[in-house]
């Protein structure tokens, strides 16, 4: 999946929504400062907001999104490299020359 279309999804969904859709098992916040909190391969995910209204991630959140984040630069890096049929680029134009 492209980065721009888990954006689109993103802006259409809540990001439980977009968690389940993943196959994230999303579970109901306990308290009235919780925002999301989910089942992750590292166990118990939460993100909560303190008493400043700050954003704040437990170990495990953390670690999902860093996964998440580096399989999108992934993605992105490697749909950078294809190159469509009969484009061609000054680099690749100078080296049949």
Same mark, same amino acid.
């Given at each position: ?15 439980? &929504?977009?968690?389940?859709? !993943?196959?994230?098992?999303?579970? *109901? #916040? %306990? +308290?009235? /400062? ?6 992750? #391969?590292?166990?118990? $995910?939460?993100?909560? *907001? +303190?008493? @400043?209204?700050?954003? +704040?991630?437990? &170990? $495990?959140?953390?670690?999902? /999104? ?9 993605? $992105?890096? !490697?749909?950078? @490299?294809?190159? %469509? ?9 100078? @080296? *049949?020359?």
């Amino acid at each position: 999946m492209e980065t721009n279309e888990i954006r689109d999804i993103l802006a259409k969904t809540t990001p439980g &929504e977009w968690l389940e859709g !993943q196959g994230a098992q999303v579970r *109901r #916040p %306990t +308290n009235p /400062y919780e925002v999301l909190r989910f089942d992750a #391969p590292g166990g118990l $995910a939460m993100v909560w *907001r +303190n008493k @400043r209204n700050l954003l +704040n991630w437990s &170990e $495990a959140a953390r670690v999902e /999104y860093r996964q998440g984040l580096e399989a999108n630069q992934q993605d $992105a890096s !490697q749909d950078e @490299r294809k190159e %469509t049929p009969g484009s061609h680029t000054k680099s690749s134009e100078a @080296r *049949r020359a």
